[in-house]
């Protein structure tokens, strides 16, 4: 049986293609553009389609028996603009990958969904799964909305899935937009010289996780039979002030910041309670935060020489 | 300031128009259809628009101050076959009213949520507004997804808004079509002597609220500056077979019921705990369901007969 992984051409998803591949699974990937950083992968099976503009083309879940779900239009920070496209784009096409499922009889899905948006303002550190659920974005309303529908198919036409509430991946091929992770803007920033902007005064924690773990996770998730929710992390809060601080001294250019005021739709701390995860799937993160903004500097460097 | 109450021709819309037109409030109803049942009231400006295939019309929320948001194009029962009609027509037109009533100014709104379904399988009995939200419809979903972005306003821009959990409303002006309401359909086959039909073995549980005791709730917090959710029920069960039973005995003809097999989203037991109403609004329900029954039965008749 093949695996399908739409959004497989995205930065994460190119990840998790990488760790599924290396265990020599057979891979679909839908997405609407093709991988940014680097050619097709031979042996992997490719359709471009964008399906906030259209349904899954026919026979695209034909041999599948699990798909990956990782595409999103928006980031968080874009998301609040315009709420009723977000829905449309995100929620709505994932509903209807569900109904196709149902009908094709494909059984288990692993979506990505959001530990840093779904919890909104934590009471708690780490946050646990059973944490409340209070989002002040739409993309993490979007992606609660689809883990119930995900519950709700489970619950009456027995879908297994596994949504992964992943904290902030950082790593290669992550996009160079300035709206997808400060690791690698801040990064791109430093190559050009140009100046670190902060949101806020730098005191914002988050729990950044290589991709190349994350991926491992998903990995780890589409070979399981486990099923439900479960934070994706590191487990360890860092500080975008500390962020700055590591990233000028692997750079070897320290900088003051300038400091742009803080956005609202941000929560001040955000760190993984990631134990469940960890128990389920024999999984623990392996790149520490160092090594991990090294390896990023080192593939901006590259991309930049190209 | 003039309340707007979308969805104000509907079965509970109207009740809420007469609450509000008995306290001497300035009324603007919008709705996609006119009333069924009587027709347009003086003193109350009536707008036909359907919010689903546009956005709000200009100077609907002119001189608004307190919006009552109740249109639904579906209910739990229809929600399922098309979860991806259900959250472009009920989910989205609702982000748009909230941006809306944000641009013009318009603070507070009054939402109907639903108790029956938001909570999925309940863990408790009676049910607190604190539960875990596990719907098992589509309906509870898009709901609950409405609550959320209700939240998310009033954190990041001050929304006042009061989401209310209605339990199952019966009453005069119940739609005919038999998806809305046991007790209005039950008594319309009482009077053509056709079969009265029971969806599994009778024993489901519902809180069965007279739409006049909601209608007044509404009202109260349309003129209350509390915010938040409030379950709307009337905090006590009654099974289907027990409706069966005092819907006989009220029409004079006592008939077994047809069973059915159940249908997958019906919850086996909802029952309300309704003191967070009761205390922020000094509200408590006043009909109790056999009188409730017989004014409904009395209106069936008359609706029969004209």
Known sequence: MKILVIGGCGFIGSHIVDALCARGLSLRVLDRSPERFRPQLPGVEYLLHDLTRAPLPPGALADVGTVVHLASTTVP??????????????LIPTVRLIEAMRQRGTRRLIFLSSGGTVY????????????????????????LAVEKYLYMEQQLHGLDYVALRASNPYGPRQGRSGVQGVIGTYLRRHLHDEPIEVWGDGSVVRDFLHVTDLAELCARAVL?????????????????????????RIVGRETA?????????????????????AESFGWQPQIPLSQGIEDTWAWVRQQEEL
């Open 77 to 90: 920070a874009t998301s609040n603009q315009d709420p009723g496209l977000d829905i449309a784009e995100n």
């Open 120 to 143: 909104g303002v934590p009471e708690r550190d780490p946050i646990p799964e059973d944490h409340p659920l209070n989002p002040i974005s739409s993309y993490g309303i979007v992606k």
């Open 224 to 248: 399981s039979t486990r099923t439900g929710v479960f934070n994706a992390g590191s487990g360890e809060g860092t500080s975008i002030a500390r962020i700055v601080e590591l990233i000028g």
């Open 257 to 277: 910041p300038v400091f742009r005021p803080g956005r609202s739709f941000d929560v001040p701390r955000v760190v993984l309670d990631v134990r469940r995860a």
